[in-house]
């Protein structure tokens, strides 16, 4: 009997045409999923709130991410005001791992803005200050390159010395002027040292090429940034091209009382330059002003729903309180009212009931 089955051919045997069967899924439509999958970060949630900071800003404590989380806050006009950050190790693991790390994102985003503008308005306009960082930056790298550049020429001297003694060596060896054993002690010791020197000479060009990259980094830096000057608004893309990552550490009070936090900026090329310290804004501050529906007087109001200033606020609690103290107190006399009319009605009915008896 002849087999229904076909026989398959293996995928490499298959004859591929490509872009003649209209796809189940376009090319961009594959690619996107794609991204998508391969991509960690979530940029974008449901609030619309897009995390520009997504894997580049960090725990100073624990190293972890810090993620994005929106905050119940009703009625802001802006989604970035209803955001802040905390540490992903302490949202997951609690605080026995760490602590929470909050930082609003417009504090976040404010202070990063901030940097970014004052390091492309010095790339720009400030060549002393250009200079002032580069030499921060590279100043120690410029004298232990220097020793390092020293210690490399004499290596190199001790290397070709070494070459000339093992080959007059040789040549003792060869004329019968030293023995075998004290040539196979020598160039042992020769070859030891040639050994040592190669280690350290590798050592030695690789801290050195570090230290080129580095002075060059700053240039490529400087170069860069200066692109970005008087810019207004960030984007992943700008985060992207320009940090490396963002450290958090917690808040902290410090001695006059005052609440501050540590940031600090990895730029690329350059690295952490100095740490930033900002004044962490507290939630109702970011709410905009707004005029008072009683009084009209211009307050800052402490929640999206708040109508009143402060002022007319206490006046109105009262007034309520009291409304409702005498609606109470009517609510009460009413039910004493009702409740004496029932004893009475009761005593009527006891004092029936008492008749019948005798
Ligand atoms: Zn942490
Ligand atoms: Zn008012």
Redesign the pocket.
Known sequence: MKSRKRLSKLPEEWEVIPDTHEGIVTQEEFDTVQRLMTSRRREENAGGFKNIFAGIIK??????A?RATSVHRRKRPDIIDCVQYS????ARNGNG???A?NIEARDLFNAVLADINRFADMAVNDEKAVRAIEKRLTETDHSRAKALEKEQRKLNKRLAELDRLFSSLYEDKVMERITERNFEMMSGKYQKEQLEIEARLKEVSETLTESYEKSQGVRDFLSLIRNYQGIKELDATIINALIDKIIVSERETIADGTVRQEIKIYYKFIGFVGELHIIPTKRWAALKPKNCTVCGIEYVPNSGISKYCPECRERIRKVRGTEAKIRSRERNRQACIELSAKNDRLMWVDAEDSLDIF
Not at 59 to 64: E, I, L, N, P
Not at 87 to 90: A, E, G, Q, R
């Open positions: 725990c100073a404590d624990c190293g972890y810090l540490c992903n190790n302490y791992v760490c602590t790390h």
